[in-house]
């Protein structure tokens, strides 16, 4: 078999290698569990699922909850900053719960994973403290003030996972990264809230389809080109 035709044949194969997924997907992905460590006012007992997809609780003394949901969510594209949601976030109370006011401090470990078969994990740490006032029941509606402020440490800021770098930027002002609940409604309903981070990638993370279409452009341009030369 001469030169030529034995190229022609390779980059015919590296297209149907493409072509048919032969390929590593370098996609990164997240997910986060969130732990109450401790609270108080209202004398409150802490029950912790630690799992993701579970929901950690807070109780008071008088049946309020406090409910933290883990989230977890898909990939990361490369350069594009991330806004992922970490944990829902739904108060509870009882009625009439006159002037309920108390705070929960917690902490969410947030992973990130290569996926890939032998892929290395790299992990964030992120606490905060929720605090609620003067929860109260007026006409049959619950109404009251809650604040998130994300606290230090933030351990660590940037982390390296095989060999790209993921930087964690989180805001300790007041309510930046927060979406107050509905009081009154627990995580799985809707009007329920929000904790939020800011998470950036840089390295070569490639898009599963982009990257096939690259490679299958690749092979097309050398299949043609070596069709040209043997003319």
């Known amino acids: 078999m001469n030169g030529k035709r034995f190229a022609l044949l390779a980059g015919l194969a590296l297209l149907g290698s493409l072509a048919g997924g032969d390929r590593a997907d370098a996609a990164y992905s997240y997910t986060s569990v969130l732990t109450i460590n401790s609270g108080t006012g209202g004398g409150g007992i802490v029950n912790n699922t630690n799992a ?5 609780t807070y109780t008071l003394a008088n049946g309020t909850q406090v409910q933290f949901q883990n989230v977890a969510n898909g990939n990361f594209v490369a350069g594009s900053p991330l806004s992922p949601v970490i944990a829902n976030v739904g108060i509870v109370p009882t009625a009439p719960s006159p002037g309920d006011t108390f705070s929960i401090n917690y902490t969410d470990v947030i992973t990130i994973t290569n996926p890939t078969p032998g892929g290395s994990t790299g992990t964030f740490t992120v606490t905060g403290t929720l605090s609620v006032s003067n929860i109260a029941l007026t006409n049959g509606q619950f109404s009251g003030t809650t604040t998130n402020t994300y606290t230090s440490p933030l351990s660590p800021v940037t982390i390296t996972v095989d060999g790209n770098t993921f930087t964690l930027v989180v805001s300790g002002t007041p309510n930046v990264g927060y ?53």
């Open 52 to 56: 993701a997809g579970g929901i950690s």
């Open 179 to 231: 979406g107050p609940p509905t009081i009154g409604q627990p995580v799985t309903a809707v009007g329920s809230g929000s904790l939020s981070v800011n998470l950036t990638s840089s390295g070569a993370i490639p898009e599963p389809a982009s990257m096939v279409m690259m490679g299958l452009g690749l092979g097309l341009a050398s299949v043609v080109g070596l069709r040209r030369r043997a003319a």
